[in-house]
């Protein structure tokens, strides 16, 4: 059993002093629908049902299952399922309060969390706000700022819709089994207003990972692996006023946008 949960990157948060702070910063109220990614042994799960109006915790392990709803109080709902295959707006959409704030919490899993994050892009306007024990790696990068090592992709999407903050770090012997790196508490509040509308979401992805696809390159020479026209790619750097060395790691995110917005007005992205 210990070699398939550490197949499923499971690592248990076991620190009572750490717990206390994530839900404080989780901040569960009556009037909240809190979603658990990843219920385990309940450690969380429990204390959120205490506080929110109703808690729905997605567990995958069926070997935790009946315990988890032996305790199970009257606004708790446990969903055995892998969290991948789940539908958060079915979920959402049989609630009888729908207008009900929305958190997605959870102490995300290593192995899972790349393909995690993606989904939560596709269904982000769903939640108020995302809170997750994440690697901080994986954290830093959401996070990151233009002209550093971290700014990514990651950063850009979820920063266009949401205002991220690092609260704490946590190290590895508050976990069991214990990680190989630390962890980060991220929060991901929904802002009112994305910063920029972006036409169409799934080309603009490939148009980030391409432009950070070879980050010692010149940002020219990742955009031209696009099969953008060198007269065209002239043409975006003199309206914009970027200078030809530029690095895709210096460009603001409006900076992004705007150079999406230029080639998909001429149709070549």
């Given at each position: 059993?210990?070699?398939?949960?550490?197949?499923?990157?499971?690592?248990?948060?076991?620190?009572?002093?750490?717990?206390?702070?994530?839900?404080q910063i989780i901040s569960p109220g009556e009037n909240d629908l809190v979603i658990e990614i990843g219920a385990g042994k309940g450690a969380l799960t429990f204390p959120l049902a205490e506080r929110a109006g109703k808690v729905i915790a997605v567990?995958?392990?069926?070997?935790?299952?009946?315990?988890?709803?032996?305790?199970?109080?009257?606004?708790?709902?446990?969903?055995?399922?892998?969290?991948?295959?789940?539908?958060?707006?079915?979920?959402?959409?049989?609630?009888?309060?729908?207008?009900?704030?929305?958190?997605?919490?959870?102490?995300?899993?290593?192995?899972?969390?790349?393909?995690?994050?993606?989904?939560?892009?596709?269904?982000?306007?769903?939640?108020?706000?995302?809170?997750?024990?994440?690697?901080?790696?994986?954290?830093?990068?959401?996070?990151?700022?233009?002209?550093?090592?971290?700014?990514?992709?990651?950063?850009?999407?979820?920063?266009?819709?949401?205002?991220?903050?690092?609260?704490?770090?946590?190290?590895?012997?508050?976990?069991?089994?214990?990680?190989?790196?630390?962890?980060?508490?991220?929060?991901?509040?929904?802002?009112?207003?994305?910063?920029?509308?972006?036409?169409?979401?799934?080309?603009?992805?490939?148009?980030?990972?391409?432009?950070?696809?070879?980050?010692?390159?010149?940002?020219?020479?990742?955009?031209?692996?696009?099969?953008?026209?060198?007269?065209?790619?002239?043409?975006?750097?003199?309206?914009?006023?970027?200078?030809?060395?530029?690095?895709?790691?210096?460009?603001?995110?409006?900076?992004?946008?705007?150079?999406?917005?230029?080639?998909?007005?001429?149709?070549?992205?």
């Amino acid at each position: 059993m210990k070699r398939k949960r550490r197949a499923l990157g499971q690592h248990f948060l076991r620190n009572r002093a750490v717990l206390k702070k994530i839900i404080q910063i989780i901040s569960p109220g009556e009037n909240d629908l809190v979603i658990e990614i990843g219920a385990g042994k309940g450690a969380l799960t429990f204390p959120l049902a205490e506080r929110a109006g109703k808690v729905i915790a997605v567990e995958k392990d069926p070997s935790f299952i009946p315990s988890l709803r032996k305790k199970s109080p009257h606004n708790l709902v446990i969903i055995e399922k892998d969290i991948l295959r789940v539908d958060f707006r079915e979920i959402i959409s049989k609630e009888e309060q729908p207008k009900r704030s929305v958190k997605l919490v959870g102490n995300l899993p290593y192995s899972l969390s790349s393909p995690l994050l993606f989904k939560i892009l596709k269904d982000k306007e769903l939640f108020s706000e995302c809170i997750f024990l994440l690697q901080k790696e994986v954290a830093q990068r959401i996070c990151g700022q233009p002209r550093s090592k971290i700014y990514a992709p990651l950063s850009i999407l979820f920063q266009i819709y949401f205002l991220a903050k690092i609260h704490f770090l946590v190290s590895p012997d508050s976990f069991s089994p214990p990680p190989r790196v630390d962890s980060a508490l991220i929060s991901l509040k929904k802002r009112i207003q994305p910063l920029f509308f972006i036409k169409n979401e799934e080309i603009f992805r490939k148009f980030l990972r391409a432009a950070f696809q070879h980050r010692r390159k010149i940002l020219i020479n990742n955009l031209q692996k696009l099969n953008l026209p060198l007269s065209l790619i002239n043409e975006a750097y003199k309206r914009f006023g970027l200078e030809r060395n530029i690095r895709p790691e210096q460009l603001t995110i409006s900076q992004f946008v705007e150079l999406f917005h230029f080639f998909s007005q001429q149709s070549f992205i």
